[in-house]
């Protein structure tokens, strides 16, 4: 796989990553994660996403190569969500207002300094 365009990552630091052609078939196939979401940045794809949504939207989508460890990431994540990293665009975030973003900048904040990619 080459440079991860998007990270799930789960509250114990679990993640699962995706390259950009990945990513974009992803995105593509479910909707860009809407129907899952619970919070997001305006100008990229970093969010936080629900997990039994995000699961059901898995299961409804046309099949994807990264849908079986996505669904075991949200299945095991020890909170209800799991937040989305957009790794190929530099964003500040200027415009994420809502609550969503705090816990989305802790969780990412300390997982980056921490875990390692899950397979």
């Known amino acids: 796989m080459g440079t991860a365009a998007l990270a799930f990552v789960d509250d114990d630091g679990h993640r699962v990553e995706l390259d950009a052609p990945e990513a974009e078939s992803l995105m593509a196939l479910a909707g860009s ?3 899952a979401t619970v919070s997001a940045c305006p100008d990229c794809r970093s969010r936080v ?3 039994v949504a995000l699961v059901d939207l898995l299961e409804a989508a046309p099949p994807h190569p990264s849908s079986v460890q996505l669904a075991a990431l949200a299945d095991d994540a ?3 969500h799991i937040y989305v990293m957009d790794r190929e665009r530099r964003c500040s975030h200027p ?3 809502d609550p969503g973003f705090e816990e989305w900048a802790d969780v ?3 997982q980056e300094r921490e875990s390692p ?3």
């Open 78 to 80: 020890p909170t209800l």
């Open 108 to 110: 990412v904040a300390e």
């Open 117 to 119: 990619p899950r397979r």
């Open 95 to 97: 415009r994420w207002r």
């Open 33 to 35: 994660l809407d129907a």
């Open 49 to 51: 996403v629900a997990v």
